[in-house]
């Protein structure tokens, strides 16, 4: 430190060190301190106009009202508000009309494609192509009807298919003959068919029943669909579906979504599984 | 210490302080006021200014019963005379976007920031403001005194003259550029009527404030720090780029004109260090020291020595457009021989033929189609497979067509759901879902070709056409 300054002229503080090291008193520039104020203010308009300052249970609201889950709720509102005209259409139609409707059976569709996602597709398949052992929905062959009102119906109500076990009545050239027929398409013409009583849920042309269920026996979409066609006709002919004194027998259930969907919901989704490609 | 200095010969270091005085950097805090000559690049420039009329008076062409020009963002449309697009033709202004980054490539690489110096808006509204600022307030050299000068009525008065009449270019500004975007006729109805919504209301507001600020206070430090294309453009200069360029050759060393001295006995180059090239500079900076990224090319340097040249009886072009090689007693290459124009004119005719393409394929009508693939393929119950397939068709005109579907494709195909004509929708897209069914014994493969056609008449008796090809998909 000294009196005289060597370095004059360049707005040094004074303090020099070793001879010529110093320090100096450069000011930041004014445009950053503007901006550094004008941040400032910024901060105690923000806290005024908006909500801020947490306490214990509480925080401060700030005038203008505005809250993040506000505006997220105001949007909600508005997506609301144009489904509203659609879904109330929806409650007080059938499901037919619905589908007759362009704009409303579009807009059915639409909105169906989450509930088909979350309640459907976990046994049939996202779009309804189907599992092993769960029946397509995009095709055209259906046990219980494929109108939409049979659809309805079915998600409602739940469907339990019912075979009898055959494999005691039956001997076992008599169970590969039938199956035999099953495979060819010709189970009608097979004498067995008659004189063992399948027609009684088949139907006298093996197309099968759709009051009952039963499954056509003639057309290319089979319910039990392996690999190897015969085996998979004679274990269905021996073992029968949800027969109850048979622990091997097929399951085939389809639980009632009544009480898990709303009637709306339920039309909704017969309206987008006619759509999917079979409605009739 | 004083042991270390006295080791060091003042020579070099004299030479380190002598390159460096060259280097004075304006971050803002001197504001540059150019002299205004006349000359041949002053009216080149005055006529290259004139481009941006287009910008001011463009909107208010008409085509038909709307604007010639608008770029309707909320209704996603553009509209450029004929021809409008849809987010569907965006492709085009991507190739469009190209095609202008590599033009300002090439132009660079040839001849410098031509588009600085002569085209780009902040020197344009800067050149028109300065200009202003010196009809108000008078030459260079009366501005400084005046900025200098306590404030009294008159300088008020100069002063608030000159800010109307910024404001009002930036007023102007702000609304044209806005009418690019919103039908100018609309624009103006709602700015007199005061029911202008709030976002025209906004960009209007955000350009007086920008242009004004830009133009008015930033001026070249915005060339200098905020424009990343200065940057970029820099670097595109190579020794063949013609740029306004001092003859160092012929100039140094600089001398004042002496008087009473015979040509013949002068011993200084041609420089008469008069300055006059630095005081016309409207970035403030010294061509004699070279290409610089200050320098905007803006050749006004060249108008100021060309006129001091004259008077003082040597031969003009002391500062000139010349590449670096010729300066310096080589040959530039031949811009026919440069690889880098022959690359960017490949991109250049690959961005132009393809908006060329793009404009001549544009359709009224325009078909997608989108093949389902949850599940890819569906067996019937007669043993025939079917395909579900989306079809997307836009609609360009603004008036409802009715267009027929059909598929040609595998053998016996059968359609469900377009037996009938599907009303499309204006200026949108109508989605359509179709079903094909193939009896699987025609089906020669996995996957085969599927195409389909839509059909339709505009009112104006215009045949409209579409068709897209997809796949057929069925079991292996």
Not at chain 2, 217 to 228: D, G, K, N, T, V
Not at chain 2, 430 to 456: H, Q
């Amino acid at each position: 430190m000294s009196d005289h300054n060597p370095f004059p002229g360049e707005n040094n503080t004074g303090h020099i060190w070793d001879d010529n090291i110093r320090e100096l008193a450069n000011p930041i520039p004014r445009w950053w301190m503007i901006g550094f104020w004008a941040s400032i203010l910024w901060v105690v308009g923000y806290g005024i106009l908006y909500p801020m300052i947490p306490s214990a249970n509480d925080y401060t609201k700030g005038v203008t009202g505005w809250s993040q889950i506000g505006e997220f709720q105001q949007g909600v509102d508005e997506v609301e508000a144009v489904r509203a005209q659609f879904e109330e259409q929806i409650a007080v139609k059938s499901a037919a009309e619905i589908l007759a409707d362009d704009g409303l059976s579009t807009y059915a569709v639409n909105s169906a494609r989450v509930l088909f996602g979350d309640n459907c597709a976990a046994c049939h398949g996202a779009g309804g192509a189907g599992n092993s052992g769960f029946p397509v929905l995009a095709d055209d062959d259906w046990l219980y009807g494929g109108k939409v009102e049979n659809i309805s119906l079915t998600i409602t109500n739940g469907r339990k298919g019912m075979m009898t076990a055959q494999g005691a009545l039956l001997k076992p050239e008599e169970v590969d003959a039938l199956a035999t027929a099953i495979v060819k398409g010709t189970v009608a013409d097979e004498p067995l068919y008659k004189t063992k009583a399948c027609f009684a849920c088949h139907g006298m042309d093996a197309k099968g029943n759709q009051a009952l269920g039963s499954a056509n026996l003639t057309d290319a979409v089979w319910r039990f669909d392996e690999e190897d066609r015969l085996a998979s006709a004679k274990y269905t002919i021996i073992h029968g579906v949800n027969a109850p004194n048979d622990p091997q027998s097929r399951e085939a259930v389809m639980p009632s979504f009544k009480d898990r969907l709303s009637e709306s919901d339920i039309k909704k989704l017969s309206v987008y599984v006619y759509k999917l490609g079979g409605g009739q | 210490m004083n042991d270390i200095q006295n080791k060091i010969p003042t020579s070099s270091v004299d030479e380190l302080y002598a390159e460096a005085g060259h280097w004075h950097i304006n971050t803002g805090e001197e504001t540059i006021h150019a002299k205004r000559v006349k000359g041949k690049w002053r009216t080149l420039k005055w006529w290259a200014n004139s481009f941006w009329l287009i910008f001011f008076l463009g909107p208010y062409l008409r085509w038909d019963d709307r604007q010639a020009v608008l770029f309707d963002i909320p209704n996603r449309q553009f509209h450029i005379f004929g021809a409008t697009l849809l987010p569907q033709d965006f492709f085009l202004l991507a190739l469009l976007l190209l095609f202008f980054a590599i033009l300002l490539a090439v132009v660079t690489a040839v001849a410098g920031r031509v588009w600085c110096g002569f085209f780009c808006f902040q020197t344009i509204w800067t050149d028109v403001f300065t200009w202003i600022e010196e009809k108000f307030e008078g030459a260079p050299q009366k501005r400084r005194k005046l900025e200098n000068a306590p404030w009294n009525f008159a300088k008020i008065k100069t002063k608030v003259y000159k800010h109307s009449l910024w404001l009002i270019i930036s007023v102007l500004t702000g609304i044209s550029f806005t009418a690019w975007f919103v039908d100018a006729i609309d624009l103006w109805a709602g700015i007199v009527s005061f029911e202008l919504g709030i976002v025209p209301l906004a960009f209007i507001s955000m350009f007086i404030l920008g242009t004004y600020i830009l133009a008015g206070f930033m001026r070249e430090q915005a060339c200098f720090w905020l424009c990343p294309y200065a940057r970029i453009q820099g670097v595109m200069i190579d020794n063949n780029t013609v740029l306004p360029t001092y003859d160092f050759i012929r100039g140094e060393p600089r001398g004042r004109v002496k008087k009473g001295q015979k040509e013949e006995d002068r011993t200084t180059g041609d420089c008469i260090d008069c300055n006059q090239c630095v005081a016309v500079c409207p970035t403030g900076v010294d061509i004699r020291n070279g290409q610089q990224e200050g320098c905007i090319t803006c050749a006004l340097c060249i108008d100021a020595c060309d006129a001091v040249m004259e008077k003082v009886g040597r031969p003009k072009g002391l500062i000139r457009y010349e590449s670096l090689d010729d300066l310096e007693g080589g040959e530039s290459t031949p811009i026919y021989k440069r690889g880098r124009v022959w690359v960017y004119c490949g991109i250049l005719t690959f961005a132009l033929s393809g908006i060329l393409y793009g404009l001549a394929t544009l359709d009224s009508i325009q078909l997608k189609v989108l093949h389902d693939r949850q599940p890819l393929f569906v067996m019937q119950s007669d043993g025939s497979i079917q395909n579900k397939y989306r079809l997307k068709m836009l609609n360009k005109l603004k008036e409802p067509v009715s267009v027929t579907i059909e598929a040609i494709g595998p053998k016996n195909l059968v359609t469900v759901g377009i037996d009938k004509p599907v009303q499309l929708k204006p200026g949108t897209v109508t989605p359509k879902d179709v079903f094909v069914r193939v009896p699987r014994s025609d089906l020669k493969a996995e996957s085969e070709n599927i195409k389909f056609i839509i059909k339709g008449e505009s009112s104006q008796g215009q045949l409209l056409r579409s068709d897209r090809t997809s796949v057929f998909i069925g079991p292996k």
